[in-house]
């Protein structure tokens, strides 16, 4: 039986206005619906959720016929994507069943089976994540024992952990970004899963995995959750080339990335504001540039310095699927970092000043400083030009949407002469 918690806390105006009107809609025609997953347990945790979302017994398409502003998504599993005020969007699930056996074959492809609450829960990742919040009753629904874990601040999977890991590998780096952002421990058979389970990773959709890691990345807690990816030797999957650089003493000439981390997390305050990707990424290369840069026999000569930066690069984009546009940031960060320090006169300078990627070289600039990886002299010098050449508000550059072709030279798939897509 569910523990039904009414002794919480939780305001109704501390939920989203958009949430609360998902959930009443549905109630209204005769649905079950709950707020689930990480709103409940920040609430209950009395930090501020990041997302509201909402799980029901409507299926995919009787939730749009509820909703205008409404698109389904996904194949693994359909839900909905309901449209609030200025372009919020409130998750929207069915309740999802126990997926079927396929012999020895764990990981989850197929994902579109439907059941009840309890299913639902069991089928969440942890224990922490899987508490339900009843708007109409205000009471906290529990099936799986995440009050016990929240109170014990310690992250369990719902059932064996190596199961768990294998139907979607992924959940090992959600483990640590989510014992690194609340501070929890992790209980000792989930920990002994990743360790045993972590080649795992590598049969990981690749997008999935570039996602979990921006997320690592800017949560406030970069740090934290790096040195639990060393630790639980995740970082040697994903990321061989750091493992063992949050080690290294602050006297080796090679030691920034726990402190270009710390960094990055002074600067996280808003969780919906990141900065450029290529940025976040810049504090992981930069020491494995700087070590090729310093094992090398003499200056590096400037014509060669992209080059060597897109060396240390190229493994790493493909294993995590790094895209373009974050590439040509980082790389331009970190040849920013340079041509500063190479810069003969002013013209130099107000060059580096028109580079499409300025703010993002001078954060970093300001971030190396934070670290202890620039010399006074430098930092004072960098200081004195931004002074003069003030960088614009960071802002996360998206790429072009490509443009449809139409008519005959459509090919197949094409709209041309069909209705407009609204």
């Known amino acids: 039986m569910p523990i039904r918690l009414t002794e919480h806390g939780i305001r109704p105006s501390d939920i989203d206005r958009d949430a609360r009107r998902v959930l009443s809609r549905l109630y209204d025609f005769g649905f079950q619906a709950y707020l689930v997953g990480g709103s409940v347990r920040d609430l209950l945790l009395d930090r501020t959720p990041k997302d509201f979302d909402v799980a029901t017994s409507a299926r995919p398409n009787e939730v749009r016929r509820l909703f205008r502003r409404c698109r389904l998504i996904g194949r693994r599993f359909r839900l909905a994507h309901v449209l609030g005020e200025g372009g919020k969007i409130i998750e929207t699930a069915t309740f999802r069943a126990k997926p079927p056996s396929d012999g020895d074959v764990l990981l989850i492809t197929d994902d579109n089976k439907f059941g009840t609450p309890d299913s639902d829960a069991h089928r969440r990742d942890f224990t922490i994540n899987a508490l339900f919040f009843d708007l109409a009753r205000s009471e906290v629904i529990d099936y799986v024992g995440g009050l016990e874990d929240l109170e014990r601040r310690v992250l369990r999977t719902i059932g064996e952990p190596v199961v768990r890991f294998r139907e979607d590998p992924v959940r090992m780096l959600r483990a640590v970004k989510f014992a690194a952002r609340l501070d929890f421990g992790l209980e000792g058979a989930l920990r ?55 080690g290294r ?150 790429g072009r949407r490509r443009r449809r072709r139409s008519g005959k030279g459509s090919g197949r798939g094409g709209r041309s002469g069909g209705r407009r897509r609204r």
């Open 192 to 246: 002994r899963a990743i360790l045993s389970e972590r080649g795992e990773l590598k049969k990981a959709a690749v997008p999935r995995l570039y996602e979990e890691m921006r997320r690592l990345l800017w949560n406030g807690s970069a740090r934290r959750g790096f040195e639990l990816l060393d630790e639980l030797r995740l970082l040697e999957v994903l990321l061989p080339e750091l493992s063992g650089f949050l």
């Open 249 to 398: 003493p602050a006297d080796d000439p090679w030691h920034p990335l726990g402190p270009l981390l710390d960094a990055l997390d002074s600067r996280f305050e808003d969780p919906d504001q990141p900065p450029p990707d290529g940025l976040m990424f810049a504090v992981l290369m930069w020491p494995l540039f700087q070590a090729l840069v310093g094992a090398l026999e003499g200056p590096v000569p400037a014509a060669d310095e992209r080059a060597l930066a897109e060396a240390v690069l190229e493994p790493v984009a493909r294993r995590l699927g790094v895209p373009r546009r974050t590439q040509e940031t980082l790389l331009r960060v970190i040849e920013g970092q340079r041509r500063f320090r190479r810069a003969k006169h002013d013209r130099q300078l107000r060059g580096l000043a028109r580079d499409p990627d300025y703010a993002s070289i001078v954060a970093f600039a300001e971030m190396r400083t934070e670290a202890g990886d620039l010399d006074p002299e430098v930092a004072d010098a960098w200081s004195d030009f931004t002074d003069e050449h003030e960088p614009p508000p960071l802002e996360r550059k998206r």
